[in-house]
């Protein structure tokens, strides 16, 4: 909050603040500080904590155990697909190292696109790249893919 007064005539300002100096005022130490400070997590989000104490420091996939110096490579896969599901049973968890982790999502969205789901029209890609007039419009993973095709197919030429 800033206080101004103004001199005889309004010719001169005199401004006197009041409350924290802005950011550009005050050193880089105490703006980090305070802003780490201002990043507590809301309720709920310290779900990655309370899975690997419920479920232990091993993917559910491949059976790799961690320690404390890797445990940054365990993540927690929510079953539903929903972040915002949390039980406190851990029920809608499972500890998946970064590499199962990834499997599982990009097989979603493989069997997502293979089977026609999420998608208006069902896409079929052709091994040489070509798309009809008759062939929907591709978007995500399917323009990719697409795309992929139609470069290889150009430098096979």
Same mark, same amino acid.
């Given at each position: ?65 961690? +320690?404390? =110096? %890797?445990?940054?490579? *365990?993540? #927690?896969?929510?079953? &539903?697909?929903? /972040?915002?599901?949390?039980?406190? +049973?851990? =029920? %809608?968890?499972?500890? *998946?190292? #970064?590499?199962?982790? &990834?499997?599982? /999502? ?52």
């Amino acid at each position: 909050m800033a206080r101004m007064s103004f001199g005889k005539k309004g010719r001169r300002v005199q401004v006197t603040r009041t409350g924290p100096k802005p950011a550009w005022e005050r050193p880089a130490e105490d703006v980090v500080r305070e802003m780490k400070e201002g990043m507590q997590r809301p309720p709920g989000e310290d779900y990655r904590e309370r899975s690997l104490a419920l479920h232990g420091l091993i993917c559910a996939r491949c059976a790799r155990e961690f +320690d404390a =110096s %890797n445990r940054h490579l *365990l993540t #927690v896969h929510h079953r &539903d697909g929903n /972040h915002h599901n949390n039980p406190p +049973d851990g =029920s %809608n968890w499972e500890n *998946l190292c #970064v590499y199962c982790h &990834d499997d599982a /999502h990009s097989r979603g969205l493989l069997g997502d696109y293979y089977g026609g789901r999420g998608e208006k029209e069902k896409a079929v890609v052709h091994a040489g790249g070509v798309r009809e007039a008759s062939e929907p419009v591709l978007s995500g993973l399917g323009a990719k893919l697409q795309k992929a095709l139609e470069e290889k197919g150009k430098k096979g030429k």
